[in-house]
């Protein structure tokens, strides 16, 4: 996967995520600046399109997504170790998955 294509998952699956009013409420865009590139895939933050309309103190959404397996998750308050840590897990239920094992489940407590 390239990052390109990382960049559209995140896009597609998280921007309106970010732009909850739960989230941060206010149209949001990504920050290419903020983009941060690993081993294991890539770290995109969202950011308002007009700060002024965003009532946050914290204006800022990070997302990670797997190279892999190109799923994307909230980095949250237990940052990038945590949501690498998360997508890991995915990996390697899709892998089993694959290779015959039972369906694809995660619960709700990973």
Known sequence: ?????AREIVVRQMQPVAEN????GCPARLD??????????????FVPVDPSECQLAYKRRR???DR?????TP?????????FNY???????R???????????????T
Do not use: H
């Open 87 to 93: 997508l890991m897990k995915w990996r390697k239920k």
């Open 1 to 5: 996967m390239t990052d390109e294509q």
């Open 63 to 65: 997302y990670a997504v």
């Open 32 to 45: 290419d600046a903020l983009t941060e590139e690993y081993e294991w895939g890539w770290s995109f933050t």
């Open 68 to 72: 892999v397996t190109g799923i994307a």
């Open 21 to 24: 009013p739960l989230s941060l």
């Open 75 to 83: 980095v949250g308050n237990k940052g990038v170790e945590a949501a």
């Open 95 to 109: 892998a089993e998955a694959v290779a015959g094992s039972p369906p694809l489940t995660i619960d709700s407590a």
